[in-house]
């Protein structure tokens, strides 16, 4: 996948999901489980064709990456403002959810930046975008995943 399709393709993702928490959605098994699986599906594809030009500095700042991405979408995952309502349940992201966002954001163009400097030629860097943000809504998905349990409250049911 070229760089700029890839950039692309996690704009619109972001402008999907931090959209939908802005303005507030219900929580359905799909909305926490099909896009990130959609994500790290492609995310894994494109790392493995590209894994054995990867070296063992460019594996372990990935995986630096994506631990500090999964805190950040498990640290926005309890942001959230989560609701019982009669259609089930509803999320509505907080000014925190949003600033976790910015740094989110922030912190994936600083890596993808070092990445790009620290070994210029590399295909792996453009290859773990779909990667890393699926790992970060993930975590955010689990995180507000294990709240519902928590509060004991129902998803939203699926719409048709």
């Given at each position: 996948?070229?760089?700029?399709?890839?950039?692309?393709?996690?704009?619109?993702?972001?402008?999907?999901?931090?959209?939908?928490?802005?303005?507030?959605?219900?929580?359905?098994?799909?909305?926490?489980a099909l896009m990130p699986a959609i994500l790290l599906g492609i995310g894994v594809l494109s790392l493995a064709?590209?894994?054995?030009?990867?070296?063992?500095?460019?594996?372990?700042?990935?995986?630096?990456?994506?631990?500090?991405?999964?805190?950040?979408?498990?640290?926005?995952?309890?942001?959230?403002?989560?609701?019982?309502?009669?259609?089930?349940?509803w999320q509505k992201g907080t000014t925190a959810t949003l600033l976790l966002w910015i740094v989110t954001i922030?912190?994936?163009?600083?890596?993808?930046?070092?990445?790009?400097?620290?070994?210029?030629?590399?295909?792996?860097?453009?290859?773990?975008?779909?990667?890393?943000?699926?790992?970060?809504?993930?975590?955010?998905?689990?995180?507000?995943?294990?709240?519902?349990?928590?509060?004991?409250?129902?998803?939203?049911?699926?719409?048709?």
């Amino acid at each position: 996948m070229s760089a700029v399709i890839g950039i692309l393709i996690g704009v619109l993702v972001l402008v999907r999901v931090i959209g939908r928490q802005v303005t507030g959605s219900l929580v359905t098994p799909k909305s926490l489980a099909l896009m990130p699986a959609i994500l790290l599906g492609i995310g894994v594809l494109s790392l493995a064709s590209v894994a054995h030009l990867a070296t063992t500095g460019e594996l372990a700042f990935l995986a630096l990456d994506c631990v500090v991405l999964f805190g950040l979408g498990i640290a926005r995952g309890a942001s959230i403002r989560l609701a019982n309502t009669d259609r089930g349940l509803w999320q509505k992201g907080t000014t925190a959810t949003l600033l976790l966002w910015i740094v989110t954001i922030g912190l994936r163009i600083g890596t993808a930046v070092a990445s790009a400097a620290l070994w210029p030629h590399s295909p792996v860097g453009q290859a773990t975008i779909a990667l890393t943000v699926g790992v970060t809504i993930a975590a955010q998905n689990a995180m507000v995943y294990r709240r519902a349990l928590a509060m004991n409250a129902p998803l939203a049911a699926q719409s048709v």
